[in-house]
């Protein structure tokens, strides 16, 4: 664009997603209109060509361009004429990649469904002077591999580049590599091929469906047929469509007619031709008719049912919040069963009363269809889902209905946290204490800080919720930064469930060792089955045994790529759970020989078969990440078991979450220590808050629940205080112990891996990563341990260090700062870095 004499450049600065990598500038060519902000373009990144997205735009004078290092290239097209993303949502996605230390571009990707980053393919396709060529009396004499490769694109629309290079490799036997790329030149030079970009995704992106509706022609026979029962020389199978579309005015799909029974394969034939018109028509696919749609609330609330006076009282003070129309954070400490669900309900049909809308996170897939119906009972089609166990379809759908304001509550996991809803004025994050809301690979955020910062940027009240909230949430609260609201009281009163702890040392000791069941467990398991109610079973470990020791030397079966022990799955195959070598269980020890190899300690699958044995009678199933390795089985099992098909459910932490299931009566914990022996500053609090939610899914209906938890800590203050379900006093405890070893939420933490292929490597490289981040930091409060191997030393054959960073939480940007700027410095490492900002887990 000229301005005065000077001619301007174009420069587009562009998120591609790909994990890592900064913005990168291209020039906006002469023949494309600039972009809009939010647009998504296609560029050349190294050898590749991919679908990014416009961050920013400036125009600087040509020739100053060059200022910018490496050569500058240019956009290769425009693919949206304006915002694909929402301005918002950029805005957010900046901050995050800002504030995890990650790359933009990576976590753009992650805010639009994965369709709308296809990477584009070159394609060739013949043209019509190709297909003249092509015919044998053509005077183009054309041999051997061009020819094929012209026959090779007639026999399709177009075929991918890399598809054509490997037929004609094969065609071209074991001689020497064909000249591919010049073979192609040529052709096109001959204009007989043509080369071109497709994206991938958009073929997928929509569906279409044939949609038949009456002509004029046919709705006069139609009406002759219902008067007179005849119509000139139609067949009974055609007069049996033309009787159904009679009725639909606006057309019916084709396969709406298949269903009913009908015979559309006759629509284009003589007869009917004229009858009947067949467009294609958009349509959105439904999620809820999928697996999870089964997954619902077995106690339906009617959507006007009467409150408890602690839900009206907090629908009343959060309601004035929301009528204020600014960023407010208020976290509800809601016991199990308070009726949480129903307040944000209530909560959101405030917000789109007064023309906002209302964003939903919960921690995992399982629990978006529960949640999904109490909103669907109250806004009907107005509801979105958003997670990754929708097929690539159905998320596209999903999210354009979201972006064409065609719905006013998302219901989603974490990544919805992105959702281009245009007015936000609530944000519930539901479990908000829920470690599935920290995504545990690059970008490494949490969903739930993330819906705070959302909510500052858009003027909302954001709603934390949880029975067992998370240190951070609980003392942000007590300190006043976020308004508290507490529900006591379960609804209808019912009581919380009666717990108790059994010491496995004792009964170990009066029945013997290694027993999966107590007895104090198994009868009140019988008492259930004799009355019909369902129990959970709770173990957070699966497998079969945890690891394969010999009795004779010690030796336990270690993965060769990790410094971990393989888990014995189905009793003879041992698998390493980080890097999934497996091996068959062998009979004799590999170090001394002897044949005494012991399996020890137990998982779900072994917990699984001990109830089998012990109850033959009962129905058992389930659920743990072993489980549900195909989309829809943990729908499917979670729907059986609601159904009450199911009395007694087995799994890990995946049955202990929010879901409401009346008819259970009992839970067992089968060791609540599975977790306490981890060397993690959380290992309290994780076992305090898997216990307390799994406690609270019994006693949800009209019976009363009883939970019993084995133990062989039963002293320890986590399963102590999650017995009384006191939160307040774990919290008071916990505070003190994260204070005393300086430990979030006190101190800000981040985590650093740096691997290598040796041992010797890994710690060097660390020790120059930490040295180059202190120099940078002069923050008295700001301390650094490590680098010191990482408690998994080798994983996936490499070797890992690890440090700590922790400072005083008002130094927490200074300390990211410098360790974004360390890592400016070292490049070359970058690939063998992780840095997890506020850790979850330092494990
Ligand atoms: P939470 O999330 O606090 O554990 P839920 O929202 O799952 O609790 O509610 C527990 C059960 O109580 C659900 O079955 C719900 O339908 C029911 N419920 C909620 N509010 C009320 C109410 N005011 N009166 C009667 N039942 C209610
Ligand atoms: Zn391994």
Redesign the pocket.
């Known amino acids: 664009m000229p301005t005065g004499n000077v001619e301007m450049t174009r420069l587009a600065s562009i998120a591609v997603p790909l994990p890592q990598i900064d913005l990168l500038s291209y020039r906006v060519p002469d023949g494309l209109d600039t972009p809009a902000v939010g647009a998504r373009v296609i560029v050349p990144v190294g050898t590749r060509t991919m679908t990014g997205c416009v961050v920013a735009l400036e125009e600087v004078p040509e020739g100053e361009e060059r200022a910018s290092p490496g050569e500058l290239r240019d956009l290769i097209d425009v693919l949206d004429s304006e915002a694909y993303l929402p301005a918002d949502v950029l805005e957010l996605a900046a901050w995050v990649a800002e504030y995890y230390l990650c790359g933009p571009g990576e976590v753009v990707a992650g805010a639009a469904p994965p369709t709308a980053w296809a990477e584009s393919r070159r394609v060739v396709s013949l043209t019509g002077e190709g297909r003249r060529a092509l015919s044998p009396d053509a005077g183009v004499p054309l041999g051997g591999l061009a020819r094929t490769a012209l026959e090779l694109a007639a026999a399709a629309e177009h075929i991918p580049v890399s598809t054509l290079r490997s037929r004609l490799e094969k065609a071209a036997g074991a001689g020497p590599r064909p000249p591919l790329a010049s073979i192609v030149r040529t052709l096109e030079r001959l204009g007989l091929v043509a080369v071109s970009q497709v994206i991938e995704g958009d073929r997928v992106a929509y569906k279409t469906e044939r949609i038949v509706e009456l002509t004029a022609q046919g709705s006069d026979v139609a009406g002759r047929l219902a008067e007179a029962g005849t119509a000139g020389r139609l067949g009974p199978k055609q007069r049996d469509i033309i009787g159904a579309l009679a009725g639909a005015p606006g057309g019916l799909p084709a396969s709406a007619l298949r269903r009913m029974g009908l015979d559309v394969s006759g629509l284009r034939r003589p007869g009917l031709r004229d009858l009947v018109s067949i467009r294609h028509a958009r349509v959105d696919r439904d999620p809820f008719a999928g697996p999870w749609g089964r997954v619902g609330?077995?106690?339906?609330?009617p959507v006007e049912?009467?409150?408890?006076p602690e839900?009206a009282a907090a629908v009343e003070r959060l309601g004035e919040r929301l009528d204020a129309a600014s960023f407010h954070v208020a976290l509800v400490h809601?016991?199990?069963?308070?009726?949480?669900?129903?307040?944000?309900s209530r909560l959101a049909a405030r917000a789109v009363k007064s023309g906002r809308d209302a964003l939903v996170l919960v921690p995992e897939i399982a629990l978006t269809p529960?949640v999904a119906a109490?909103f669907r009972a109250r806004f009907g089609d107005r509801v979105a889902i958003q997670h990754s166990g929708l097929s690539v379809g159905e998320r596209h759908d999903q999210w354009q209905r979201i972006r064409r304001g065609d719905v006013d509550v998302v219901v989603g996991t974490r990544s919805a946290v992105f959702a281009p809803l245009p007015r936000v004025g609530l944000i519930v994050v539901?479990?908000e204490h829920d470690a599935s809301y920290k995504q545990d690979e690059s970008p490494r955020y949490n969903g739930r800080d993330v819906a705070v910062v959302r909510g500052r940027q858009s003027g909302a009240l954001v709603v934390l919720?949880s029975?067992t909230p998370s240190m951070e949430s609980y003392s942000h609260a007590k300190r006043g930064r976020y308004e508290m609201v507490t529900?006591g009281r379960?609804?209808?009163d019912?009581p919380l469930a009666a717990v108790r702890t059994v010491n496995m040392r004792d009964e170990f000791a009066e029945t013997g060792p290694d027993h999966v069941l107590s007895r104090a467990l198994s009868d009140a398991i019988q008492a259930r089955l004799d009355r019909r109610e369902q129990v959970l079973l709770l173990l957070n470990r699966r497998g079969y045994s945890t690891s394969v020791l010999c009795r004779q030397c010690g030796a336990t079966l270690d993965c060769p790529n990790c410094s971990v022990s393989l888990v014995v799955h189905g009793r003879s195959l041992a698998v390493c759970h980080y890097c999934n070598h497996a091996r068959r269980v062998p009979r004799t020890c590999a170090s001394c020989g002897g044949p005494f190899l012991e399996l020890i300690g137990h998982g779900t699958e072994r917990v699984e078969a001990e109830v089998r044995a012990a109850f033959p009678l009962a129905r058992v199933a389930r659920l743990d990440r072993d489980t549900v390795r195909h989309r829809g089985a943990a729908a499917d099992v979670l729907a059986k078991f609601g159904d009450g098909d199911v009395d007694v459910l087995v799994g890990t932490q995946m049955i202990a979450k929010?879901h409401?299931f009346?008819r259970v009566t009992l839970v067992g914990v089968i060791s609540a220590d599975v977790g306490l022996g981890l060397a993690d500053f959380r290992a309290a609090e994780r076992t305090f808050q898997l216990l307390t939610q799994v406690v609270?899914r019994a006693g949800?209906?009209e019976s009363p629940g009883e939970a019993i938890i084995q133990t062989v800590y039963p002293d320890h203050y986590s399963i102590q205080l999650a017995c009384r379900q006191d939160y307040p006093a774990f919290f008071d405890e916990e505070i003190a112990f994260r204070r005393a070893m300086h430990y979030p939420p006190v101190v800000a933490l981040i985590n650093g891996i740096v691997r290598g292929p040796d041992h010797a490597g890994a710690m060097a490289a660390a020790g120059e990563l930490v040295r180059s981040i202190r120099s940078r930091m002069t923050d008295r409060s700001l301390t650094v341990l490590g680098p010191a191997p990482a408690p998994v030393a080798r994983l996936k054959g490499e070797h890992r260090a690890q440090f700590f960073l922790k400072c005083a939480p008002s130094a927490r940007n200074r300390m990211r700062a410098a360790v974004r700027d360390a890592l400016r410095d070292h490049t070359d490492l970058r690939r063998r870095i992780t840095i997890d900002v506020d850790p979850l887990s330092i494990l």
């Open positions: 609330r077995t106690s339906e609330l049912a009467d409150l408890t839900q809601g016991v199990t069963g308070s009726g949480k669900t129903e307040l944000y529960g109490v539901d479990e919720g029975a529900l379960r609804v209808l019912r929010g409401d009346p609270g949800r209906g």
